[in-house]
């Protein structure tokens, strides 16, 4: 461990901070950004499993509206979503 990485005596330290070798703290750096990450990661995977999956109430409107015949779609509309679609691909 070099001397700027050696902890002062009596200081408390991440068992991360003491890891041998050169790049100490940059380890200990990486470590942080990953629990950052994974607490990003934990927060979104909540979100995601409060979100519905299926909205209930769109979807019966739509049914009912298929079901009766009254279900119209704007082609003009639809060719514009399938043409940005493609041009939008990577």
């Known amino acids: 461990m070099a001397k700027k990485d050696r902890p002062k005596p009596g200081a408390k330290q991440s068992p991360l901070h003491s890891l041998p070798g050169p790049g100490g703290r940059q380890r200990l750096r990486k470590a942080s950004a990953k629990a950052v ?19 209930a109430e769109k979807v019966a409107a739509l049914k009912a509206a298929v079901e009766q015949g009254t279900y119209q779609i704007d082609p003009h509309r639809l060719a514009d979503i399938i043409l940005a679609l493609i041009l939008t691909e990577e």
Do not use: C, G, N
């Not at 990450?37 to 909205?55: H, N």
């Open 37 to 55: 990450e994974r607490a990003l990661m934990e927060k979104a995977q909540e979100m995601i499993d409060q979100t519905p999956e299926v909205r």
